[in-house]
């Protein structure tokens, strides 16, 4: 109900035939147009939902202006509308006859899942409104409000999803209840039924109207754009119909005549509605006034004079606002370059010290401090002794620097307190040289991995001795 109070009043400021204004307001002009947009049906299904859907719009018209601002104009418009509803019940049919037995009556119950019908109607029209429109220099802002009657000449029903399932119940025969027997008419039915709308013989009326723009392409022809809106205030439907949109033959459930919502007892009442955007192209002439075509003529002569003039003066300005803009442009491309330059200097400085981080890290993560066998002590080449110098040099000047030092053994002895004690005693070997160097303890972590982790074999003096080690990584 809402939207249909809306409907009317967008349709009470609007205008349904579009009429034109060009350098010179005509007093008649004749066209051709066409739109689209929600051209559909609003009705409320008694078992189902219903959505709008949309369509198109084409008409002939001719408007007559009376002075500069107000008109009246006739047409003949054709509309496409179109609507969908969708079903979910059980439709209910009792006292039918049984096909074999005619002494067996049973009731037919017909369930509908997600049964989705399209509807639709072409309507003729004939389109009566006064008409307004405030005129500028070669377009005109056009508008008004008017009736339309409404001829409904086809429509059609059309099954677009779902299905139907048919089953009966023999009360005679104890409540007995029959399904999925095709053979006896009783199964489940894929929706590509069609049917032609039949119940629309009732002649309508709507109001209607539109809001647009005419631009003159030249002194007679022009073309409009604009929006349009109706709504049928009458029923479409010709009568209330008693029907089920299933109809069985009372002796043979197999053959099934399908009614649709408007020609079935699911709708009794249903209303035109449609708005949209539509395009449009006219022709126009004006009465003949001599005086009034010698004025336009002088009035178009003092204002070619007058544009002449003004196209010097605005030339002029022209110049220099292009000049004052190359300059500005010049002094933005050379600090553009400027600032390019120096982003790309850093960006070069940044890359650098990234590289050379990275390189550090590496070096660093590389060394292995070894140690004799059940010893702690240290015993750190002069190339990686340099390298955990520079980093505690690198983490007393950054105190975010955190490490790790995990230290190692060979499988000599006891497995577990290789890792509890052998290795953590090396691991903290080293943490203490490197706090002797100033580095605050507590950016270093202490962890042992035991003999669990060799880089070279156990069986030999050599291997054992490259797996007694410490090695660092950055946490």
């Not at 009429?19 to 051209?39: E, K």
């Amino acid at each position: 109900m809402k939207l249909r109070k809306s409907i009317i009043a967008i349709a009470a400021a609007t205008l349904a035939i579009s009429a034109g204004a060009q350098t010179v307001a005509h007093d008649n002009y004749f066209g051709v147009s066409f739109g689209g947009g929600l051209n559909t049906m609003l009705y409320k299904p008694a078992n189902g939902q219903q959505q709008v859907g949309a369509g198109f719009d084409a008409a002939l018209y001719y408007g007559r202006f009376f002075n500069k601002t107000v008109g009246l104009g006739v047409g003949l418009n054709y509309s496409w509308a179109n609507a969908y509803a969708t079903y979910n019940w059980n439709e209910v049919t009792p006292g039918l006859i049984h096909a074999s037995n005619p002494n067996i009556d049973y009731t037919l119950t017909t369930g509908f899942q997600d049964f989705v019908e399209r509807q639709n109607v072409g309507v003729l029209s004939i389109p009566v409104e006064v008409l307004f429109r405030k005129a500028f220099n070669r377009s005109a802002l056009i508008g008004g409000v008017g009736l339309s009657v409404d001829f409904p000449i086809h429509g059609a029903y059309y099954a677009k999803g779902g299905s139907y399932k048919t089953s009966g119940m023999f009360p005679s025969l104890g409540n007995y209840a029959v399904e999925d027997m095709p053979e006896h008419g009783f199964s489940t039915y894929n929706t590509t039924q069609n049917a032609k709308f039949n119940n629309r013989a009732k002649v309508g009326a709507s109001v209607i109207g539109d809001l647009g723009v005419r631009v003159a392409l030249n002194d007679n022809w022009g073309m409009y754009f604009g929006i349009y809106a109706g709504y049928g205030f009458t029923n479409l439907l010709a009568e209330a119909k008693a029907d089920e949109m299933i109809m069985v033959n009372p002796t043979n459930s197999a053959q099934i005549d399908y009614r649709g919502t408007f020609d079935s007892n699911q709708a009794a009442k249903a209303n035109l509605l449609k708005a949209g955007v539509k395009i449009a192209i006219d022709f126009g002439w004006p009465a003949v006034d001599k005086k009034a075509l010698e004025a336009e003529r002088i009035a178009r002569e003092q204002f070619v004079a007058d544009s002449i003039a003004n196209e010097q003066r605005i030339a002029a300005e022209i110049a220099a606002r292009e000049k004052a803009e190359a300059e500005r442009i010049a002094r933005e491309k050379a600090e553009a370059e400027r600032i390019a330059a120096e982003k790309a200097a850093a960006e070069k400085a940044e890359a650098e010290r990234i590289a050379a981080e990275k390189a550090f890290i590496q070096r660093v993560e590389a060394i292995s401090v070894h140690f004799d066998v059940e010893g702690a002590k240290l015993n750190i080449p002069e190339a990686e002794k340099a390298v955990v110098d520079e980093l505690c040099e690198k983490m007393k000047a950054d105190k975010s620097i955190k490490i790790v030092i995990t230290g190692h053994t060979d499988n000599y002895g006891d497995p577990r307190q290789n890792l509890e004690f052998y290795g953590i005693r090396r691991a903290e070997s080293l943490r203490d040289y490197m706090v002797k160097q100033g580095v605050d303890v507590n950016q270093i972590r202490c962890a042992s991995k035991g003999q669990t982790e060799p880089i070279a074999p156990n069986n030999t003096r050599e291997g054992r001795a490259q797996n007694r080690r410490a090695v660092i990584r950055f946490e």
